[in-house]
């Protein structure tokens, strides 16, 4: 089948799809293919402007053409499976998709599927066969460990497994620490930034997706990658030893502006802050924690419509004044995932003064 195809070195294969899969451009239905050196693959459409800068950013070296394309093999979609095990009145109610972190699959059912749900967790088991258990969503991620509760579906073990992201092992709970495989790309295009030397602050490391692959990319760098959750540190203790980055990654069990207060006041290069809903009440201390001569905030938020990137670089603006700072240069700011309707995760870059 004849497609666009984005054409790019094998070893941006991971981050290019992550990529595409992060602007809706990536096809699913058809197989990606191996030329030499270099990896083709299929785009669901020809990318806008805007994403093509995002493409020149995250990937600096690629092509585009026009390609053959093998489908992939004739796997049924999760709702022709369930059309064979669910009234028929309910399948526009179907989840058309889920999470796969490891060997768990994590799926948001509305209440009128509640009775089939043992339907829909045998159907996505039926379809991912490396899938052990299925849990579905009991609610909104909530409280300070940012977590949500998960309710068992379909299969059996624990809530503990090895998700691999990057070319790295992220062992977690998944009802018990906070990882999302939907921030695969902004890990990837945060790390791909850190320069040899940096001094790295991880605010809401989590289990360290961010940290991790920083330190695993870019070698002779320091992060501090602090979390409040306990588990999340005890995980990401394990991480850092899996991964092999003991000298460059230092775990961090505490409140982040403690730890700021406490002995990281003007070391940072670089301070990473994913925690969108809260990240503004945190500006003071993520200034706070950079060099004097400045450095890079990575601010995550939420925003809403009409213009949610605007909203975003002025509530950092408005946090990075409020600490007696500047906005240098806003180096990027991008809708990262829609949370609700007409209200996105939204990331902006900015070199502060
Ligand atoms: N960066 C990770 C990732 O990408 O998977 C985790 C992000 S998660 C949205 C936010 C994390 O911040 C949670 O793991 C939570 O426990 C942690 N957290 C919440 N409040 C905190 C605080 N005051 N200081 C340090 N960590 C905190």
């Known amino acids: 089948m004849r497609r666009p195809c984005l054409k790019v070195p094998k070893r941006l294969a991971s981050r290019a799809i992550a990529l595409l899969k992060a602007l809706g451009l990536y096809e699913r239905g058809l197989r990606v293919k191996r030329e030499g050196e270099s990896v083709l693959i299929p785009l669901a459409r020809w990318p806008e402007e805007s994403e093509l800068r995002e493409l020149e950013e995250g990937l600096g070296r690629f092509e585009l053409s026009e390609e053959d394309f093998e489908p992939r093999g004739e796997r049924p979609s999760l709702l022709a499976l369930l059309s064979r095990s669910i ?3 309910l399948l526009d ?25 043992r339907q829909v967790g045998s159907a996505i088991m039926a379809l991912h066969r490396r899938v052990r258990l299925v849990l579905a969503k009991g609610g909104p991620v909530s409280g300070a460990f940012r977590l949500r509760p998960l309710t068992p579906i379909a299969g059996s073990g624990p809530t503990e497994t ?51 692959l920083m330190a695993k990319r870019t070698g002779l ?8 959750n306990p588990v999340a540190i005890h995980y990401l203790a394990r991480n850092v030893r899996a991964n092999k980055v003991m000298g460059s990654v230092v775990p961090v069990l505490s409140d982040a502006k403690e730890v700021v ?3 990281l006041s003007g070391l940072a290069d670089r301070v990473v802050m994913n925690l969108p809903e809260r990240a503004a009440e945190f500006l003071e201390s993520a200034c706070e924690a950079l060099r004097p001569e400045g450095g890079i905030l990575h601010f995550y938020t939420f925003a809403g419509a009409p213009e949610p990137e605007h909203e975003a670089v002025e509530a950092l603006r408005m946090g990075v004044e409020r600490a007696g700072r500047t906005i240098r240069r806003v180096l990027l700011a991008r809708k990262v995932r829609a949370v609700a309707p007409f ?10 003064a």
């Open 221 to 228: 760098i320091i992060v501090y990658a602090i979390d409040i």
């Open 343 to 352: 209200k996105w995760q939204v990331v902006v870059d900015a070199e502060v």
């Open 87 to 89: 009234p028929s009145e």
């Open 162 to 212: 090895a998700h691999r992201e990057h070319g790295c092992v992220f062992w977690l709970d998944v009802a018990r620490t906070y990882f999302s495989p939907r921030l695969s790309y902004e890990h990837a295009r945060v790390a791909s930034q850190v320069r040899e030397g940096e001094l790295v602050i991880d605010m809401f490391a989590g289990v360290g997706p961010f940290s991790i």
């Open 93 to 117: 109610l179907a989840p058309r998709a889920f999470d796969i972190v490891g060997d768990i699959a994590i799926v948001e059912l509305r209440p009128e599927l509640w009775p089939y749900r």
């Open 261 to 263: 207060q406490r002995g």
